[in-house]
């Protein structure tokens, strides 16, 4: 089943926007040029997702490695990322796929799939099919016997938590991020549409231990406003939660910040997400597609290891969380 509204699953929630600007580093996290000092084509970057993805529910993750491994180095134009993205999305099934069903997933035309394989230095997509015919498995995964669709989701979700994982091997970028967040005073927090529940979720523990956290959760007009307000306040950082389908909103409203000299720390779905042009530390984490609407357990996890990093970057945290405990004890405020 396949739904069209904010985060709906399906054909129509990928993602087919430029990457960072500048080098990912091992663990799958991307940052951006103002962070490394240097840009480069989005076309280079965006060859080069990461493993931060997403793979649909089913997806083998060796052949979504080594699917990343073929793009590497290639130059891709945006609607050639967006098949790169739909592939790795769709690892499992990729060896399997006609030109035309690939189209179809992708959103792009027959022909554009053509110039995709010739550009990856194949005669034609069937080559390209052939070739990852012998790298991946001889049987197509994804059979799940007596799984219903709604364990198949939930496995789905199992496999983005692992990959999460495994990008976490390398926590460098996170502690960068919780640093990033206990320097900035205040500390805006953008998430609009799908990913409110994410920012909202973050700002409510931040609160509890940084002295100034500002939820961003509502567009239009007065959304620069506010991020006027918060670097006039003395903001240094963003961090924005971005999920498909993702709202143009939010990619003006990072451009903004960055010009207002905010360093922006984005949680998103994909490293080929709109977003990342306009971020100088994404930190991806995959969404489930296989229902009507999205699920994002990964995204919302990262969010809960953010503030752990944050709180490990403030030195008052411990203090704060106490004298909250000790409120709370005195107003009766939860039911023991």
Do not use: W
């Given at each position: 089943m396949s739904g069209d509204g904010d985060n709906g699953g399906g054909i129509g929630s990928g993602i087919g926007g430029a990457a960072g600007d500048g080098p990912r580093d091992k663990a799958g996290m991307t940052h951006g040029a103002r962070a490394t000092g240097g840009p480069e084509t989005g076309a280079d970057a965006g060859a080069?997702?990461?493993?931060?993805?997403?793979?649909?529910?089913?997806?083998?993750?060796?052949?979504?490695?080594?699917?990343?491994?073929?793009?590497?180095?290639?130059?891709?134009?945006?609607?050639?990322?967006?098949?790169?993205?739909?592939?790795?999305?769709?690892?499992?099934?990729?060896?399997?796929?006609?030109?035309?069903?690939?189209?179809?997933?992708?959103?792009?035309?027959?022909?554009?799939?053509?110039?995709?394989?010739?550009?990856?230095?194949?005669?034609?997509?069937?080559?390209?099919?052939?070739?990852?015919?012998?790298?991946?498995?001889?049987?197509?995964?994804?059979?799940?016997?007596?799984?219903?669709?709604?364990?198949?989701?939930?496995?789905?979700?199992?496999?983005?938590?692992?990959?999460?994982?495994?990008?976490?091997?390398?926590?460098?970028?996170?502690?960068?991020?919780?640093?990033?967040?206990?320097?900035?005073?205040?500390?805006?927090?953008?998430?609009?549409?799908?990913?409110?529940?994410?920012?909202?979720?973050?700002?409510?523990?931040?609160?509890?231990?940084?002295?100034?956290?500002?939820?961003?959760?509502?567009?239009g007009t007065m959304l620069t406003d506010r991020i006027d307000a918060a670097v006039r306040a003395g903001a240094s950082a963003l961090l924005c939660f971005a999920l498909p389908r993702h709202p143009r909103e939010v990619v003006d409203a990072l451009e903004y910040a960055r010009t207002a000299g905010l360093t922006v720390v984005t949680v998103a779905d994909s490293a080929f997400a709109p977003v990342a042009h306009h971020t100088d530390l994404l930190l991806p984490a995959a969404v489930g597609t296989g229902l009507a609407f999205d699920t994002a357990c990964a995204p919302m996890l990262l969010g809960r290891v953010l503030l752990e990093a944050m709180c490990d970057a403030l030195p008052d945290a411990q203090a704060r969380l106490e004298e909250f405990d000790a409120r709370a004890a005195a107003r009766g405020l939860f039911v023991e």
């Open positions: 080069r997702a990461g493993a931060g993805s997403g793979v649909d529910a089913g997806a083998d993750t060796g052949t979504a490695a080594r699917l990343q491994k073929l793009f590497e180095g290639h130059r891709l134009t945006p609607t050639q990322r967006r098949i790169a993205h739909c592939m790795v999305r769709r690892a499992a099934d990729a060896p399997f796929l006609s030109s035309v069903e690939l189209a179809e997933l992708a959103g792009v035309s027959q022909p554009s799939v053509t110039r995709f394989a010739v550009a990856l230095g194949f005669d034609g997509y069937p080559a390209l099919r052939r070739h990852l015919r012998e790298v991946a498995p001889t049987e197509k995964p994804g059979d799940t016997g007596s799984c219903n669709e709604y364990q198949q989701a939930v496995q789905a979700e199992i496999d983005n938590l692992r990959h999460l994982a495994a990008a976490l091997a390398d926590p460098s970028p996170v502690i960068e991020a919780g640093r990033l967040f206990a320097a900035s005073r205040p500390l805006p927090v953008l998430g609009l549409r799908a990913a409110t529940a994410q920012a909202a979720g973050f700002s409510y523990f931040a609160r509890k231990v940084h002295p100034d956290v500002r939820l961003l959760d509502e567009g």
